[in-house]
């Protein structure tokens, strides 16, 4: 699932091959894109800038025209060169961005607009979000109190509430609460304020040291996500999707569960995060 680091380095990567370039030719699936594109065309345009903000990606375009996408549990952006085999099929794709000299394109998308600077300073899901875990300006304070905003939710929850820091997706959440030996089921208001600033802070250091490559990360590989510090890859991450596999701290088995909305799982280990 991607989360704030797989966007920071989506976008980066997207940065390095558009940014400045001149878009030939625009394409996509989604009716509300194509619809924009048919009024006011976006081949011919400069790309900008690429950001990511949160869990958000925007493409920023000359002419005042920005492309935000959210990739949700399943969507992604591959660049290519021209002619190159996409590593997806054709039936994923959602849209495709193609400069002189590379070609970018969205699969399996389903949240994606075009906004001028008016609609983007008006967009509520941008606007609803909390300090960018990967911004440089992110400010832990705020984030804790957000957090204290939400004293009944679990902590597990409100991790991964966008409109309390934004970022965090399933896969950090229980990796930080290992890290800081936090229970995810226990509430906000049970936790003082060292645990949860500690907590933020653990949360931002793992997701950093994702979203730049490390020495693993190569061209066209498959991104493994590392919060041991281990250089075994099979003992990249302390809990998240280890059930009933022993503790590697202590040898507990792993648990986990569904809460909140009932989509997201916990793990956990019960005897250090007791
Ligand atoms: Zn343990």
Redesign the pocket.
């Known amino acids: 699932m991607p989360e704030g680091d797989t966007i920071y380095r989506t976008a980066d990567a997207l940065r390095r091959e558009l940014a400045g370039q001149v878009v030939t030719s625009f394409e996509s699936q989604l009716p509300q894109l194509t619809r924009v594109d048919e009024d006011a065309p976006i081949a011919g345009r400069t790309v900008v800038d690429v950001r990511a903000v949160g869990k958000h990606l925007l493409i920023e375009l000359s002419g005042d025209l920005v492309l935000r996408t959210h990739l949700r549990m399943r969507g992604s952006w591959h660049v290519y060169r021209p002619g190159e085999r996409w590593r997806r099929g054709q039936q994923h794709m959602r849209i495709v961005v193609a400069t002189a000299r590379s070609v970018a394109v969205g699969f399996d998308i389903t949240v994606a607009e075009l906004l001028d600077s008016r609609a983007l300073a008006r967009c509520s899901d941008l606007n609803r979000l909390g300090p960018d875990l990967l911004a440089e300006s992110f400010d832990v304070g705020e984030a804790v109190t957000r957090l204290r905003q939400r004293p009944e939710m679990l902590v597990g929850d409100a991790l991964l509430d966008q409109t309390v820091m934004a970022g965090i997706g399933n896969v950090f959440k229980s990796e930080a609460l290992f890290a800081c030996r936090i229970n995810p089921l226990v509430s906000v208001a049970r936790l003082r304020d060292e645990q949860l600033e500690s907590l933020v802070r653990k949360a931002r250091a793992l997701l950093a040291r994702n979203a730049r490559p490390g020495p693993w990360a190569g061209r066209g590989q498959t991104w493994l996500r590392q919060t041991t510090g281990s250089l075994d890859p099979s003992a990249r991450l302390w809990v998240y999707g280890r059930t009933g596999r022993p ?1 590697r ?4 088995p792993i648990v986990s569960r569904l809460h909140g909305s009932g989509t997201r799982r916990s793990y956990w ?1 019960p ?3 007791g």
Do not use: I, V
């Open positions: 503790c701290q202590c040898g507990t280990c005897k250090c995060q």
